[in-house]
């Protein structure tokens, strides 16, 4: 099993969407290991979005990300990152297809309601970055035998 990173970006939490981006995730079957409400820091947004430092969109980035509290959370599941991304779509809401999240819900390339780690390497990163140890739980989900056959999970 995979673990990725997903926020819910202050759009989001403005626009009262929380419930149905969380219940996207939870109907696909993904599996939440953690969650919690947090106000971003410059500092913790600086290191997450250092692949864009040198963008001139840098610093906006990082204020679109500060509006307001946003919801950290971490999904888990087979190809979990691979899923995650492709439910999230392109990263501009107009170019997304229909059906992805950002897709069905945005309009804007910084609007785009979701950040999703791109790859093993990135998610293992995210997720320390936003969770201690002890934030990110392991239990047995009882509707596992419905979700992969034997030889899946
Ligand atoms: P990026 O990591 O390239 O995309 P993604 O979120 O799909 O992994 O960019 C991070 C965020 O930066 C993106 O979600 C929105 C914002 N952004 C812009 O505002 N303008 C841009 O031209 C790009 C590429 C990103």
Not at 16 to 25: A, N, P, V, Y
Not at 68 to 82: D, K, Q
Not at 100 to 113: H, K, L, P, W
Request: glycine fraction near 6%; aromatic fraction near 10%.
């Amino acid at each position: 099993m995979e673990r990725t990173l997903v926020i819910l970006k202050p759009c989001t939490i403005e626009r009262g969407l929380i419930g149905e981006i969380i219940s996207r995730f939870e109907k696909k079957g993904l599996i939440l290991a953690a969650m919690k409400m947090i106000w971003l820091t410059d500092k913790l947004l600086s290191e997450h979005y250092a692949h864009l430092k040198d963008q001139p969109f840098f610093q906006r980035v990082k204020d679109a990300m500060r509006v307001c509290p946003v919801i950290v959370c971490c999904w888990e599941g087979l190809e979990a990152i691979e899923v995650v991304r492709n439910m999230a779509g392109k990263t501009n809401g107009r170019l997304a297809a229909p059906g992805t999240i950002r897709g069905d819900y945005s309009m804007s390339v910084q609007e785009n309601i979701v950040h999703a780690s791109d790859s093993v390497a990135t998610a293992e990163a995210e997720i320390k970055r936003f969770f201690d140890e002890d934030e990110v739980y392991t239990y047995t989900f009882s509707y596992l035998s419905n979700l992969y056959a034997n030889d899946e999970k």
